[in-house]
């Protein structure tokens, strides 16, 4: 089954505007990180935060006011997307959704586990705990949209993005929604900061790694005709040792495109240890390709930054007027996955 994307929305260190965001992307033009700083070792983590005022609208929502940042986030960009995409409310209804999240609601998380730890036993405040659940973004998203059909939300690293877009096709061609709202979120705290920093997966002022960014993104999928397609997806494949990943990425590619040329790549490059086996791969496999690394300007934010490549890959077709690109991912758990956008080129 082909889908086509039929609106967008995202919500990043350059606001929600989707076409200043993608001439930064293109222009390679980084927003100004902040700092967060660890209460255990002092560590000051360069971040990447949204501007302020870009999501007031969705905060002010009753239902939202009580709710953790990551799901303001999500449910901007979902909001953004089926905007874009025109869906009225009875098109809503038959809509189905799947959100994929990395870390979930940290921010609430920690705040309620600290009460736990500091209070006992049931000290745990009630009005935090329903916002520590991961799919707490995605009951504000199908609340907010009035949407009827299935409901879901994966977790799991970067490739996640690339799962819930497979999901949604899975969805739409079995029948079980006419379209698909996917959209994927992240939001800042400064214990996921000492993690990620620990792991060398994001920038802490001693390596090359991107900024660590929260934000959202989403895409509405359907099967009526629309200029950007999701022409092919793959399931993607796991490994064992960083050793084999050379070899999983070579036979992803071999699967996913059949042969199909490649204009574009847009890589998950973030310039961590994971990037170098993607990179050598598309380097020997796709050596003409035009390369584009969103994260390089939006920073870092795993199943997030994926769904925000196919953003910008949609965005670079529709500015070529026309081709195919290559979405790939490269997750810290161990995963490579991929999907083929088509665009079809313009009359001259």
């Not at 983590?45 to 940042?69: C, E, H, N, Q």
């Not at 996913?256 to 973030?270: E, I, K, M, T």
């Not at 930054?305 to 081709?323: D, F, H, N, P, Y």
Request: glycine share 10%; net charge negative; charged share 20%.
């Amino acid at each position: 089954m082909i889908a086509a994307v039929a609106g967008m929305g995202w919500v990043t260190p350059w606001g929600r505007d989707l076409h200043s965001t993608w001439t930064a992307i293109r222009e390679n033009n980084c927003a100004n990180a902040e700092f967060l700083t660890s209460p255990v070792d002092g560590r000051h983590i360069p971040v990447l935060r949204v501007p302020d005022g870009s999501i007031k609208d969705t905060a002010a929502v009753p239902r939202l006011r009580r709710s953790s940042i990551i799901s303001h986030l999500a449910v901007s960009a979902a909001v953004d997307a089926v905007g874009s995409a025109r869906m009225d409310p009875d098109a809503l209804k038959r809509t189905a959704l799947v959100f994929a999240a990395s870390d979930g609601g940290v921010v609430y998380t920690r705040k309620f586990f600290a009460e736990i730890v500091e209070r006992g036993e049931g000290g745990g405040s009630p009005l935090l705990f329903p916002e520590t659940v991961y799919n707490a973004p995605a009951s504000h998203i199908a609340a907010r949209l009035g949407l009827e059909c299935e409901v879901l939300t994966l977790v799991g690293d970067a490739a996640a993005g690339l799962s819930a877009v497979q999901t949604a096709h899975e969805l739409i061609g079995a029948g079980e929604a006419e379209s698909c709202v996917v959209a994927a979120a992240q939001e800042l705290d400064w214990i996921t900061c000492e993690a990620y920093s620990r792991w060398g997966l994001i920038q802490d002022g001693k390596n090359s790694a991107c900024v660590f960014s929260e934000g959202a993104a989403a895409i509405v999928l359907t099967e009526q005709p629309h200029g950007c397609q999701i022409s092919a997806t793959h399931p993607g494949y796991s490994y064992s040792s960083e050793a084999e990943t050379e070899e999983k990425f070579a036979t992803m590619l071999t699967e996913l495109l059949q042969g199909s040329p490649v204009d574009l790549v847009v890589s998950c490059a973030s310039g961590t240890r994971f990037d170098l086996p993607e990179r050598r791969g598309i380097a020997k496999h796709l050596p003409s390709a035009r390369i584009l690394t969103p994260k390089s300007v939006l920073g870092e934010s795993f199943a997030c930054s994926t769904l925000q490549q196919i953003i910008t890959g949609v965005l670079a077709l529709e500015e070529a007027g026309g081709g195919n690109a290559l979405v790939v991912t490269t997750g810290y758990n161990r995963q490579v996955a991929g999907l083929l956008l088509t665009h079809q080129h313009r009359a001259a």
